[in-house]
Nanobody, 115 residues
Framework: QVQLMESGGGLVQAGGSLRLSCTPA????????MAWYRQPPGKERELVAQ???????NYADSVKGRGTISRDNIKNTVYLQMNNLRPEDTAVYYC?????????WGQGTQVTVSS
């Protein structure tokens, strides 16, 4: 199993910004989609944003206009830039990397937005 190394979470005030990063501990071949999910307290995990090999992106309605997902295909790294953060963005954010064979998940990084 390949470990995904997430970073960038923390405590931020409403209206602030942060950037999450996710890199596999070792190279993963055949990556199709890289994505960020989140799980707010007491709720189910939900997709935040995803990006495929062609650079096509898809965002949850709740983050459109505030979030930007990007990837570095050489480093196999995926980023999530979140601006104008709201208290409802508070969640554990998980990185996901999908190949044709399986999906890898990170351990999660906590993002807390204070009002």
């Amino acid at each position: 199993q390949v470990q995904l190394m997430e970073s960038g979470g923390g405590l931020v005030q409403a209206g602030g910004s942060l950037r999450l990063s996710c890199t596999p501990a070792r190279n993963i071949g055949g990556i199709n989609v890289m994505a960020w999910y989140r799980q707010p307290p007491g709720k189910e995990r939900e997709l935040v944003a995803q990006i495929n090999n062609a650079g096509d992106t898809n965002y949850a309605d709740s983050v459109k206009g505030r979030g930007t997902i990007s990837r570095d295909n050489i480093k196999n790294t995926v980023y999530l830039q979140m601006n104008n953060l709201r208290p409802e963005d508070t969640a554990v954010y998980y990185c996901s990397v999908r190949t044709i064979f399986q999906t890898y998940w990170g351990q999660g990084t906590q993002v807390t937005v204070s009002s």
